[in-house]
């Protein structure tokens, strides 16, 4: 069974007449998008050159990078015509500290319970030993 | 499109009512900007201090000398 292709009409090429007009064709042109958010602002060497910098009174946030001083300054025009101005500093990030391995605490004895613990038990054995000895030698005279 | 200082002082050299103008410019402009609603309520309360406060503060934001500023506009008019 052989296969039908259906071309559409407008796909079909037209002989050109060389008497018609030819009309560019469409070419894209790039639409200017107003919706697009964008930030205000410009790098600065000081953080005097940010403070004076005069900025739009439409209360937009402007940013001022001031990569040597390691800053980030930022400005804008409040309602009452002031302005705000903020600093950001940076800051090293904090190392990373070893995990430290949690341990079951319900596995071990404090020392001092431990050494009470081996003293009770020393004195049992030499109390024992001791009776023991006596035993052993009272037992050995009576024989003789 | 909004009308520049210039343009609203030759109009209101041209005759047009000032307290209009600046009202339509205010009106105009509050839609998108905070600071222009704010001077449109004052202005509508009658609040001149409020507005003068205003101006005072824009003109340090500026680093200028508002009365000296003030001064030269109102040479304009005369």
């Known amino acids: ?11 079909i090429q037209q002989p050109i007449n060389p008497y018609m007009p030819q009309f560019p064709t469409q070419r894209y042109m790039p639409v200017e998008n107003n919706n697009v958010n964008y930030l205000k602002g410009r790098p600065v060497t000081s953080i005097e050159e940010a403070r004076v910098a005069q900025i739009d009174f439409d209360g937009t946030l402007n940013i001022f990078t001031d990569i ?8 804008q025009i409040n309602i009452d015509g ?31 319970e431990l050494n009470t613990l081996l003293k009770q038990v020393t004195d049992t054995i030499a109390v024992l030993d001791k009776k023991f000895t006596q035993q052993h030698n009272a037992e050995a005279g009576a024989k003789f | ?49 409020g507005l003068e406060q205003i101006a005072r503060n824009l003109a340090k934001e500026r680093g200028m000398d508002f009365d000296k500023e003030f001064a030269n506009f109102k040479q304009i008019f005369k």
């Open chain 1, 68 to 75: 040597a001083n390691k800053r980030i300054y930022t400005k």
């Open chain 1, 1 to 11: 069974m052989a296969y039908q292709t259906q071309i559409p009409p407008s796909f």
């Open chain 2, 1 to 49: 499109m909004p009308i520049n200082g210039l343009q609203l002082i030759q109009m209101i050299k041209g005759g047009n009512n000032p307290q209009q103008l600046v009202m339509s410019v205010l009106q105009q402009r509050a839609q998108e900007n905070p600071m222009y609603a704010n001077l449109l309520k004052l202005a509508q309360g009658n609040d001149q201090q």
């Open chain 1, 82 to 112: 002031t302005s705000s101005f903020n600093i950001y500093t940076l800051t090293a990030p904090e190392p990373e500290k070893p995990a430290i391995p949690q341990v079951d605490l319900n596995e071990y004895v404090k020392k001092d």
